[in-house]
Each structure stands twice: as structure tokens, then as C-alpha cells.
């Protein structure tokens, strides 16, 4: 690890830089790689000094009173993990024009306290997907002039008072599905001088802007680069007939099948949606793959073929469809050999497609497969009051696990949502978003998760409060 060295003097000010907030001048750092910082703390608007040296123990980090830490015009190359412990109540982190090319996992773990960031002028190509997590007061992401050329999914998660994310001038070419909707706060997003392709990615970020009801305070920068017929359009001018974007749905979904050892079974599945759908098959835990690739392949329209069954393709299957909007799971189907272990009368749970031995474990074979169970709750939404002419918009949190995967619904004062409005975004993830809450937003909502073992039920308060 190369030597770091903060700068002998206060560097000028630029623009978008300093935190008005901080009133220390500057903060001198020498770090080496045991991370030992000599610290220097200039204070006081009459030109009053008072130093401050600590140095810290190979095992503990370094407290800093002061609420900002200047790196800025080093030749830092990366940064590993833990690399600002004990800098607790550190609020700016100046890291930019500087040689950065990697970040390692961690690097700012125990910022908790972390409100500004600038990573510009860097040679970052990629990001930790977890490298913003456990920041929830941060505020500002400055990450222009760099190479990056991907964002991981969940990168920008758990940022509830991000407003300003400034991305220009990198090498992105997609960006991740719903990357960006959990940002409900963001004001400010720069994402030109990239060669976007306003694919599916582009199409999430838009419909999250089109629906909020806010969105004329939302200020987004991006020109396409692809396809050809979107060249040069910026994002604001986009509609939704430009996008070609559709989660996949079943056409023909897989039922349970028996076949006489030797012959040949096709297990269907067909699948619509844009872009084209990838299908993968689940064999019992397994993804069925090269080993089986040799008597069973998956068909140009999604079905699985089996030439020549025997007892060891026996057992639970799923087929999944996945595209850049999302996933779709089929139900479990079973398929049984006849001539092998399973007769075709063995005793069947028919609410889950499951096979059942006689002590009630369910067997496919040697191979175990996932014990069916009802939901339970992973998330819950809570009563909230909200501000009536508050900023921001407000998450109810729902997730449920069980097997087979539940299926979330949302109901509002006793009314099913079967879709987005403008002012209720359903998510992905089971989640659901009041978009800027009127007094219409009060109520009970209702998450409630279901497959074909049972149903759990949650519900919230919201109140409306008038500052």
C-alpha cells in the first residue's frame, strides 16, 4: 500500500466543494499503511490556530474533531477497508483529484455520520455495491470524471437523503433496473457525457420520474447514445413509446408430467416479454446445466426436453424467466419415471406439486428439495405520521419469504391496488411509495403475502400531520 500524504496547506476553494455547514477551515492527514494519521485542525474565523496531533495504536482508529477531511490533489491510488476508522462524526470527505482506480469493500465503513462525498477527478472504473451502505445522512455523491462503467444493483439503496448524485463524464452504458427508485429524496441527478443505451434501465428511471407527482423538482441529465432512433434525445423529452419494455409473463406455464423410463418428455414453458426473456430450469436445487446437458436442453421457446428419462430426472422443477425488468418464477411442478422409487399414486400435497415420503419429508430422489412453508414477514410496514407539505415521498416496507415464493398484494382502506398510480408506486421487492402525501394518502394499508400453503397480513396507519 503506497504512502498517503495530505496536502501542507489549505488547498483553494472550489465550487460545490465545501460544506457550508463546516466551519474548520481545513484538516491535515498523513496516513500510512497502517493507517497512523497526524492530524492538524485549523480553527477560528480571526485567523486564530490551535494544532492538534493524534496518533493512533495499530488496532484503533483516529477521532477527529473536526467535521471534515481534505485529501484532495494527492496521488492516492486505492483505498482499502476501515481506511477512515473512528472518523465517526466525520461529515465531508474531500477524496477527489486524486489517482483512485479502486475502492476496496469497506473502504468507508464507520462513516455514519458522512454527509458530502467527492470521488471526481478519479480513475474509479467500478464501485463496491456495498461501498454507500450504513450512510443514511448522506446527502451528496460526487463521482464525475472518472471511468466507471457499471453500477451494481442496490448501489444507491439505503440513502434516504440523497438529493444530489452527480455522475458525468464516465463510460456507463446501461443502467441497473430500478437503480435509482429508492432515491425518494433525490433532487438532482447528472448522468450526461455517458453513452447511455435508453434500454430498459433508462425506462425504470423514467416511469419513477413520470409518476411523481413532484417531478418538476427533479432536475435529470441524460442524452442517449442508443438506439439509433433515440440518438441525441435528451431524457426529458422521452415518452413511453420509445421504450420497448415488458416483464415477462407466461404464455404456457409447466404442469406435473409422468414418462416411461427411456422416452422422451417436454416440459413446457413459454414466456412473453421485452427485451426477450432468458429462460433457465431448476431441477430440484439444481440449475439444469452442462452435466444434464447431454438428455436434457432447454428448447428455442423455453421448454425443457428430456430425450431419454430415467429415474434420476425424477423430482420438482421450475422453470425462470428473467429480462432487464424483472423475473418470473413458474410454480413447482413434479415430474415422475414410472419404474422408479416414486410410483405415480404417491401420496401428493396438490396445493404445492410436492411428493411426499411417509415420515412427511419431501423426497425427489437423493437430492433434498426446499420444504414448502407459508409466508412470514421479513419486513412489515409501520404506522407513520407524515407532514402534510413535507418533502420527500414515504416507503412502507413489505417482504415475505416461504416456499413457494409468496406473492405480495396491497390493499388501501380495504381496496385492492392492482397497479401503480401517480401516487402509489408498487415495487419490485414487494415494497410500496405515497408519492408526495396529500390528505387523500391517509388511511390503513394492507400488505399481504400468499402462496398455496397459507397468508399473512400486515397493516398500517398513515396520519396526516399539518405543520
Not at 18 to 26: G, I, M, Q, V
Not at 118 to 144: G, K, V
Not at 370 to 384: G, N, R
Not at 412 to 434: C, D, E, F, Y
Amino acid at each position: 500500500m503506497r504512502h498517503w500524504s495530505g496536502n501542507s496547506g489549505c488547498p483553494e476553494s472550489q465550487s460545490e466543494v465545501r460544506n457550508p455547514d463546516t466551519h474548520s477551515a481545513c484538516v491535515h492527514i498523513e496516513v500510512d499503511h497502517r493507517l497512523s494519521l497526524k492530524v492538524g485542525v485549523e480553527v477560528g474565523a480571526a485567523g486564530e490556530v490551535e494544532e492538534e496531533e493524534a496518533e493512533e495504536e495499530e488496532d484503533t482508529g483516529t477521532v477527529v474533531q473536526s467535521g471534515e477531511v481534505d485529501l484532495r490533489f494527492n496521488h492516492i491510488e486505492e483505498l482499502p477497508a476501515n481506511a477512515f476508522s473512528g472518523l465517526a462524526q466525520l461529515t465531508t470527505l474531500f477524496l477527489n483529484d486524486n489517482e483512485l482506480a479502486y475502492l476496496q469493500d469497506g473502504a468507508l465503513n464507520g462513516l455514519t455520520a458522512l454527509r458530502f462525498v467527492y470521488l471526481n477527478n478519479n480513475r474509479l472504473s467500478r464501485l463496491p455495491a456495498t461501498i454507500f451502505q450504513r450512510m443514511p445522512r448522506l446527502e451528496a455523491i460526487f463521482l464525475e470524471n472518472n471511468d466507471i462503467w457499471q453500477l451494481p444493483a442496490g448501489l444507491f439503496d439505503n440513502l434516504p437523503h440523497l438529493n444530489r448524485l452527480i455522475m458525468y463524464n464516465n463510460k456507463l452504458t446501461q443502467l441497473p433496473v430500478d437503480g435509482f427508485n429508492r432515491l425518494n429524496n433525490l433532487r438532482r441527478l447528472r448522468l450526461d457525457g455517458n453513452a447511455i443505451d435508453c434500454n430498459c434501465g433508462v425506462y425504470s428511471l423514467w416511469r419513477r420520474w413520470h409518476l411523481d407527482v413532484q417531478r418538476q423538482l427533479v432536475s435529470i441529465s441524460l442524452t442517449c447514445a442508443a438506439p439509433q432512433p433515440l440518438q441525441n434525445q435528451s431524457f426529458s423529452s422521452l415518452g413511453e413509446h420509445h421504450f420497448k419494455c415488458a416483464k415477462p409473463q407466461f404464455l404456457v406455464a409447466p404442469q406435473d408430467a409422468q414418462v416411461a423410463a427411456g422416452e422422451q418428455l417436454e416440459l413446457s414453458c413459454e414466456v412473453t416479454g421485452l427485451p426477450r426473456p432468458q429462460i433457465t430450469w431448476m431441477h430440484n436445487t439444481q440449475e439444469v446445466g452442462l452435466e444434464k446437458q447431454a438428455q436434457a436442453e432447454i428448447q428455442p421457446s423455453g421448454s425443457l426436453l428430456i430425450r431419454s428419462a430415467d429415474t434420476s430426472d425424477m423430482g420438482i422443477y421450475q422453470c425462470i424467466a428473467r429480462n432487464e425488468m424483472g423475473e418470473l418464477r413458474s410454480q413447482p411442478v413434479r415430474l415422475v419415471v414410472n419404474g422408479g422409487n416414486h410410483p405415480l399414486d404417491s401420496p401428493i400435497d396438490a396445493r404445492s406439486n410436492q411428493v411426499w415420503a411417509d415420515a412427511g419429508t419431501p423426497t425427489h430422489g437423493a437430492t433434498p428439495v426446499p420444504s414448502p412453508s407459508p409466508p412470514h414477514f421479513t419486513h412489515q410496514p409501520h404506522d407513520q405520521i407524515v407532514a402534510l407539505h413535507g418533502s420527500g415521498h414515504v416507503l412502507l416496507d413489505c417482504a415475505a419469504s416461504g416456499w413457494p415464493q409468496p406473492d405480495i398484494q396491497w390493499f388501501v382502506n380495504g381496496r385492492q391496488l392492482l397497479q401503480s398510480t401517480p401516487s402509489l408506486q408498487l415495487q419490485a421487492n414487494g415494497s410500496l411509495i405515497l408519492l408526495q402525501p396529500t390528505q387523500l394518502s391517509a388511511g390503513t394499508y394492507r400488505c399481504e403475502a400468499r402462496n398455496s400453503l397459507g397468508s399473512v397480513q400486515a397493516t398500517a396507519r398513515i396520519e396526516l400531520k399539518v405543520h
